[in-house]
């Protein structure tokens, strides 16, 4: 069973910055794709960032394009989520996923982990 | 951006009853090289990460009850659970991770 550990939410005023780390247990780290999905009341679900198992292919929503930077240590199964230039529309409970394993392209978000609350005020 | 739209927003369904809910993307997202459609379906019950349900639209995630099924048509998808149970109580979102990933506005299910 994959876990998955969110940390490093808390409350940032406007234009500070927060790292958050995501701790995944129980797979073979290295070989599962990453995301951070973000969740509000009022928008929903948004996909933030993902990152390639390798760490050589990032990609990010354009609204975080810029500000925020994913990256990863599969020596310590970690991903981190750095979020710079924060704003209150940034305000948001952030979930790392890992990716489905599938036999072509990236797959969807399978495992998650529980969240961490980031408030911009 | 590729846009999901989810309809209906809420609905209510008697116990044992059929709940179905349609998904429509803004775009294609088949991918020509595998023919298959990159579109997901989740369940979020309350206090709980979303758990997915279904991929490449029509294929049930291990361990999902068969009374959950997906269906396509172009670029309109449809979840539909067969017989709702207490526990199926939930919002219930369309993913597309053709392009980025995109989710639908979700749709409240709620026993009648």
């Known amino acids: 069973e994959v876990r998955l550990q969110e940390s490093g939410g808390g409350l940032v005023q406007p234009g500070g910055s927060l790292r958050l780390s995501c701790a995944a247990s129980r797979f073979t780290f290295s070989t599962y794709d990453m995301s951070w999905v973000r969740q509000t009341p009022g928008k929903g679900l948004e996909w933030v960032s993902f990152i390639s198992g390798s760490g050589g292919n990032t990609y990010y929503a354009d609204s975080v394009k810029g500000r925020f930077t994913i990256s990863r240590d599969n020596s310590k199964n970690t991903v981190f989520l750095q979020m710079n230039s924060l704003r209150a529309e940034d305000t948001a409970l952030y979930y790392c996923?890992?990716?489905?394993?599938?036999?072509?392209?990236?797959?969807?978000?399978?495992?998650w982990g529980q969240g961490t609350l980031v408030t911009v005020s | 951006d590729i846009v999901m739209t989810q309809s209906p927003d809420s609905l209510a369904v008697s116990l044992g009853e059929r709940a179905t809910i349609n998904c429509k993307s803004s775009?294609?997202?088949?991918?020509?090289?595998?023919?298959?459609?990159?579109l997901a379906w989740y369940q979020q019950k309350s206090g709980q990460p979303p758990k997915l349900l279904i991929y490449?639209?029509?294929i049930r995630e291990s361990g999902v009850p068969d009374r959950f099924s997906g269906s396509e048509s172009g670029t309109d998808f449809t979840l539909t659970i067969s017989s709702l149970q207490a526990e199926d109580v939930a919002v219930y979102y369309c993913q597309q991770y053709y392009s980025g990933r995109t989710f639908g506005q979700g749709t409240k299910v709620e026993i009648k």
């Open positions: 490449w639209a029509s």
């Open positions: 996923a890992a990716l489905k394993i599938t036999s072509g392209g990236y797959g969807p978000e399978s495992d």
């Open positions: 775009q294609s997202v088949l991918y020509s090289f595998n023919n298959k459609n990159f």
